[in-house]
């Protein structure tokens, strides 16, 4: 069994956006980050977006606004940065208060802006198999573990087990696409799935984001299959000082014995996520500048 370091995958991704950014002369790409109240994995994960943009040399901008604030209001917000000439990405954090419509304000987003890969246009380019769109992070960070793991997806069968717009829609879309990573046979599952498990256990590649804790078992998985857990989940745990600790969905001390490869949780994943947003900023910076 051999474990797909996420951490080291995303560290050479990022080396490797640092080193292009180091190159621009005149303004660096920018990205903008809009979180909606105080949810604690939110500001979390803003911090670390953040972070990231320093780490690789990009500019970032924090807007953050009261759980209490109009959708109106917030779409008035978005139309001022898509129109800011010094933004090239815009990142509204999610999930967003319930009075909200989530769909309509990634809408609002500009397409060549849109770095989070929600926006209609960019998810028909991806139907279409437009590489000039963006592709949500999450998503794009699977592939580009599997291409740089050296995971065989050509004629093979993937297993998906979700149907998110944020993760299983468009990975799936992305393994069915003509060329490498891709050409692979794709089903995907989900909780009314009938006999989940046998379908599961068919799988060359299988990719667990339900968003349930421990949801995949040894006996959903095929011996010498790849196994990529998206999940992330907070279990109850009294020895940690947070209460708490994060699992995947699937069962790793189960599972990972009968898999040539696994990714952990966390460090598999999640950091991919983040490249890929990097990438997506580099990208969107060059469709402005030519």
């Given at each position: 069994m ?7 995958i995303?560290?050479s991704v990022?080396?490797q956006i640092?080193?292009e ?8 790409p920018?990205v ?8 604690p994995?939110?500001v ?9 943009a320093a780490?690789v ?6 807007e ?6 109009t ?5 008035a917000k978005?139309?001022?940065l ?9 990142l509204v954090?999610?999930p967003?208060?319930?009075?909200m ?5 990634f ?9 989070d890969?929600?926006n ?7 139907v279409?198999?437009?590489p ?7 998503p ?7 291409r740089?793991?050296?995971?065989e997806?050509?004629?093979?069968h993937?297993?998906v ?5 944020i993760v299983g829609?468009?990975?799936g879309?992305l393994?069915?696409q003509k ?10 599952c989900h ?8 379908i ?7 990719i ?9 078992t040894?006996d959903?998985?095929k011996?010498?299959?790849t196994?990529i857990?998206v999940?992330i989940?907070?279990?109850p745990d009294?020895?940690k ?8 969905d699937v ?8 898999t ?10 999640g950091?991919?996520t983040?490249a890929?947003l990097?990438?997506?900023t ?5 469709k402005?500048?030519?």
């Amino acid at each position: 069994m051999e474990l797909i370091d996420g951490n080291a995958i995303a560290e050479s991704v990022l080396t490797q956006i640092a080193a292009e950014v180091a190159k621009i002369s005149g303004r660096r790409p920018a990205v903008a980050f809009v979180r909606v109240g105080e949810d604690p994995a939110s500001v979390s994960y803003v911090a670390k977006k953040q972070k990231t943009a320093a780490q690789v040399g990009m500019t970032s901008r924090l807007e953050i606004f009261p759980e209490s604030m109009t959708q109106a209001d917030l779409l008035a917000k978005i139309d001022s940065l898509n129109r800011d000439p010094q933004v090239d990405g815009i990142l509204v954090q999610s999930p967003l208060p319930k009075h909200m419509d989530e769909t309509a304000v990634f809408n609002h987003v500009h397409a060549d802006k849109d770095v989070d890969g929600f926006n209609t246009l960019n998810i028909g380019k991806l139907v279409q198999e437009d590489p000039s769109g963006f592709v949500a992070c999450t998503p794009a960070g699977i592939v580009e573990l599997i291409r740089r793991s050296k995971v065989e997806t050509d004629g093979r069968h993937v297993v998906v087990v979700g149907r998110s717009l944020i993760v299983g829609k468009p990975v799936g879309l992305l393994l069915l696409q003509k060329g490498l990573p891709g050409n692979a046979t794709v089903t995907f599952c989900h909780s009314r799935t009938r006999d989940l498990p046998a379908i599961a256990r068919t799988a060359d590649i299988l990719i667990a984001a339900i968003g349930r804790p421990r949801f995949i078992t040894a006996d959903m998985v095929k011996e010498g299959s790849t196994v990529i857990d998206v999940g992330i989940n907070r279990v109850p745990d009294g020895s940690k000082k947070s209460g708490y600790r994060i699992v995947g969905d699937v069962d790793f001390d189960a599972v990972a014995p009968r898999t040539a490869r696994i990714t952990p949780v966390p460090g598999g994943v999640g950091p991919m996520t983040v490249a890929m947003l990097m990438s997506n900023t580099l990208k969107a910076w060059k469709k402005r500048h030519g």
